[in-house]
Every structure is written in C-alpha cells, then in structure tokens.
C-alpha cells in the first residue's frame, strides 16, 4: 500500500503533469507568485486569454461572492478579491476543464461549500472571507485528481462506497493508502498555492490537525458538512459526518448560531444552483 501511495504522489509532483493544463495558467500562477509583479500585469496576462478571462470573471460575481458591484475587468477582481482568491479562480478553471458533465455534482458540492463557507466567515466576521471561500471551491480538489489520473481505481472507489456503506474518505485510505485531503495537499504544494488555501484543503476532514490556520479549516470543514447535509450536490457518497469538537471550539458555535447559518445557506443556495445550471464544463 506504500508503495501505491508512493508512486500516485509521483505522478502529481510536477504540476504539468496533470492533464488539461494551459501555458496561460501556468504563467498566470507563476506571475501571482512574483511579489514583482503588478496586479495590472496579471490582470493583462490573464485578459490575454479570452476563456481564462471569461471564466474567471464569472466565477468572482457568482452568488457565493456576492460582490456588491459587478466585477467587469481582471482588474476590479483583483483590488477586489484579492490575489490569493483571484489565484484560486486561475486554478478553479483547471476544476472546469478536469470535470467532465458526470461530475457536475462534485462540482456543485464544491460551489455549496464555497457559498456556506464565505456566509460562515462573514458571519462570524473572519478576514479574507473571499479567501476562504475560494479554499472551499477548491477542498475536493484530490476528488477530481483521483478521478483523472486513476480512472480505474476511481470506479473501485465508488464501488466500495456502495457496497461497503463507508465513506469516500475511509475508501481511499483502503484502496490508495492516502486520501483526497492529502492528495489535494500535495497538489497545492505542487502549485505554490499559499498556507491560507492549502491547510484547509488538508485538514477539512481533521480539523485538530491544523496549526497557523484554524479558523479557516474550521469554516471550510462546518462549510463541507452544511452542504452534505443539505442535500446540494454530491461529494461522492451519501454520508453526513458530525461536525468536529474542535470546529465547535475554534468557531465558538452555538446551536441558534447553527440555525441561523443553516437558514442562511439555504436561501443562498437557489441562486447558487442557478448559477451552476449556467457553466460548461466543456
């Protein structure tokens, strides 16, 4: 099983080896990374590409960010968002094109999980909620990779979520000797993505494992469970976890607090699922 785990994180180590990944974006990534370089800059390197621009310009005046002002340039996204978010819409539209149309419910999950997060951490008054809700589009990243690098053993993890009645996560750890968690860790390591977005990605499932950035699991990991429960989407198998003791604790949650945020997404989540019936994934 080692060495399964092993040679799978292999495969992902140079970000150019997964499929479906422009030069533009590569690029785009690398600029965001140059403390050099301009926001106008990056704004022009990604207005250069007509679909890249396009779609990530939706994705930042989609309903889970709920910007006052419509977000028209590269630009505005950028002074408005942030370059850490705007980084996460780069990389989500390599979520885009990795999804084929059986997997729009991963991807409605992951739009849920962006929405309940980025309501949570308002709520709670959390910084960069923006932020935080792009490592909520992006948690299940290691779902996607599983499914396009190891097709084959894909369909055995699916299988087993079935017929066993266990979790995706505990199908993983049987099948591959890691998980979606780690795997996504390894592919935000891979992409120089920031500490914010990839301790959440890791720890979702673990939140006790966190260390500089708790907060933000916890939003990220209460964000995942709310939407399972809820119904919208599908992550991979029917299962509601409960939410983690230290989630509780670092979030300071209360039960009408939870009936107040439940509410919240809820009302959210139609214009969110409108929105999804609009993107094209191929």
Not at 84 to 111: C, P, Q, R, Y
Request: aromatic content about 4%; proline content about 3%; some cysteine.
């Amino acid at each position: 099983m080692q060495e399964k785990r092993t040679a799978f994180l292999e495969t992902i180590k140079d970000i150019r080896s997964l499929p479906t990944i422009p030069g533009i974006i590569l690029k785009v990534l690398s600029s965001i990374e140059d403390e050099n370089t301009s926001f106008e800059e990056i704004s022009r390197l990604i207005a250069t590409d007509q679909t890249l621009s396009a779609r990530v310009l939706r994705l930042a005046n989609s309903p889970f960010y709920s910007v006052q002002n419509n977000i028209s340039t590269i630009s505005q996204a950028m002074l408005m968002l942030g370059s850490n978010a705007v980084k996460g819409l780069v990389l989500s539209t390599i979520v885009f094109k990795m999804m084929e149309m059986d997997t729009m419910e991963l991807w409605e999950h992951s739009l849920g999980a962006a929405t309940a997060a980025l309501i949570i951490a308002k709520r709670l008054k959390v910084a960069k909620a923006e932020e935080i809700s792009t490592a909520a589009l992006l948690h299940d990243i290691g779902k996607v990779i599983i499914r396009t690098k190891l097709k084959d053993d894909y369909e055995d993890l699916l299988l087993q979520v079935e017929e066993k009645k266990i979790s995706m996560t505990e199908a993983e750890m049987t099948l591959l000797g890691t998980d979606h968690a780690e795997i996504g860790e390894w592919a935000g390591r891979t992409w120089n993505l920031p500490e914010e977005l990839i301790e959440p990605i890791a720890c979702h499932h673990d939140v006790g494992k966190s260390e500089a950035h708790q907060e933000k699991t916890a939003i990220v990991h209460l964000a995942d469970i709310l939407i399972k429960a809820s119904g919208f989407g599908f992550s991979g198998d029917p299962f509601v976890p409960p939410i983690q003791d230290a989630a509780y604790k670092i979030l300071d949650l209360t039960e009408p607090l939870l009936v107040l945020l439940i509410e919240e997404i809820e009302s959210k989540l139609l214009e969110v699922k409108d929105f999804s019936l609009t993107l094209k994934v191929r």
